[in-house]
């Protein structure tokens, strides 16, 4: 759980940093996170949150099933819908607080979603560097 936890959240301080690395795929952790904090809502959206969750627990049913036919170990088959879960959540998890903490990650966003008039706008300011040797006031 911590291990995947912190990689969400390094994860968007490097998108923050490097807007390039961000992939799409990076975005599923967090929006099941966001789902599943829906599903507990009642009404329409969490209805439909908690057949989202329903597929994604096919989805994970699936994975243990596989597993459980390429390895013939069904009581080692059987954790993998929880593994996965654990990973998945803590991923989302740990982006979401990195985002909250450092700062989300607009330029990465912008250019996962194909708004690449944004990115440069958006893009962190390089931090500055003191090095006093390359002043050209120093008369070094």
Request: hydrophobic letters at 50%.
């Amino acid at each position: 759980w911590r291990q995947y936890r912190e990689y969400g959240r390094f994860r968007a301080r490097t998108a923050r940093r490097h807007p390039i690395s961000m992939r799409r795929s990076h975005l599923i952790a967090p929006a099941l996170v966001a789902n599943v904090a829906l599903a507990a809502t009642p009404g329409h959206a969490g209805g439909i949150a908690r057949r989202m969750c329903g597929l994604y627990a096919a989805v994970l049913a699936t994975a243990a099933v596989r597993a459980g036919r390429r390895s013939h170990a069904w009581s080692d088959a059987a954790l993998v819908p929880a593994v996965l879960a654990a990973m998945h959540i803590a991923h989302g998890i740990g982006l979401l607080d990195g985002a909250a903490s450092d700062g989300v990650p607009w330029a990465a966003l912008a250019r996962v979603f194909g708004q690449e008039g944004l990115t440069a706008l958006l893009e962190p300011q390089p931090d500055a560097v003191f090095a006093p040797s390359l002043d050209a006031a120093s008369g070094s």
